[in-house]
């Protein structure tokens, strides 16, 4: 066993941040350096670090944190009331508008598996949204709920939908249905339980005198979580990215409160996640990905800008109902451009689907490229729109 190339993947990681704390007037997300590094360095162009055994594992890994990172960022308080009926009827034409397009494109013959193409225009990078709301002090008004709610709610169904129709363990749409029933059950369980053991004085005191010793006891559960979910999510033939999401979602539902009450639990978790194992996903995407399919024609580049109309069709259309919720024009525009920022299940979807051969090197190529391009483009365009709807509700108070 070598370790070669993984300390080049790591030194990539490790050099990102440094990069980008560079040239601060330009807010590029990491995640786009780290896979651009990857093809830079990989056996597209320089051919100076191979994906060998060891990093593709970790890759393998980092893929399953960065979707339980996703699944501990959903609030699912934001997803109840007036506002959650808003967020289904905008999930419900986001999944219309996705098995449209899919099946233009499959028409068209630009496309192989219509159905792999429409789950990937489903997601948002949740894990993205976050800071930026945060950073537009939107997080805890109604555009940035919404937003939020959207794009939980996208993840939630494009990830389902990955491990019901695309997994390598699955038998049948129809069993999946029955077992993905079975697994929900599962998961039911697990949160009653937890609940209830969280009740128990002597469990409790536990747990607090031990979550910052060298014991850190909160991060073995959780780590219990994860890997104890994607088991029996593979068990049952699913993806194992389905039970590491779902175990996100659990932690957040039993522990809603965790960074107000603990909040070196999460910040311990990310530590994990987005100092190690997430970025060697990232940069092992771009040593995989196929810069000589997605340049070997002009048709092929041409499709970089057709999946990003298209993510922005699938994604950013349906935020036009959140105009109901008495947003104005510049946050519905805002929101439907986040929410049509993707790049973790993309990544994720394509992987996939070269995997079952349900996706062509250069359909996967160009997906992934339209990805990174929405991480770049669309943030930086909704980013404005926020502080100026911020300044003009600042005005309209002050002169009320």
Known sequence: MSYDNLVIVLAVAAAVPFVLAMVPRVPLPGPVLEIVAGVVLGPAVLNLVQPDATVEALSIIGLSFLLFLAGLEIDFRQLRGPRARLVGIGLAGTLALA????????????VESPLLIGTALVATSLGLLVPILKDADAVDRPVGQL??????AGEISAVVLLSLFFSEHASSPASGVLLLLGLALLVALIVVTSV??????????????LADTSAQVRVRLT???IVGLSAIALHLGFEAILGAFIAGAVLRLVDPDAERTHPQFHIKLEGLGYGFLVPVFFVTSG?????????????????????LAALLLVRGLPALVYRRAGLSRAETVASGLLQATSLPVIVAATTIGLRLDAISPANAA???????VSVV??????????NRSRRSAGRVHRTG
């Open 196 to 209: 209830r053991a969280g009740r128990s004085m002597w469990l409790s005191r536990a747990v607090v005198n």
């Open 377 to 386: 483009v669309f943030p930086l365009t909704a980013l404005p729109l926020l």
């Open 147 to 152: 937003t939020i709610g959207g794009a939980s």
């Open 223 to 225: 780590m219990i979580l």
């Open 366 to 372: 160009a997906l992934v490229a339209a990805g990174l």
């Open 99 to 110: 098995g449209i397009v899919g099946w233009v494109l499959d028409i068209a013959g630009l």
């Open 287 to 307: 040593i995989q990905f196929d810069l000589g399919a997605l340049f070997a024609d002009v048709g092929t580049a041409l499709r970089v800008p057709m999946f």
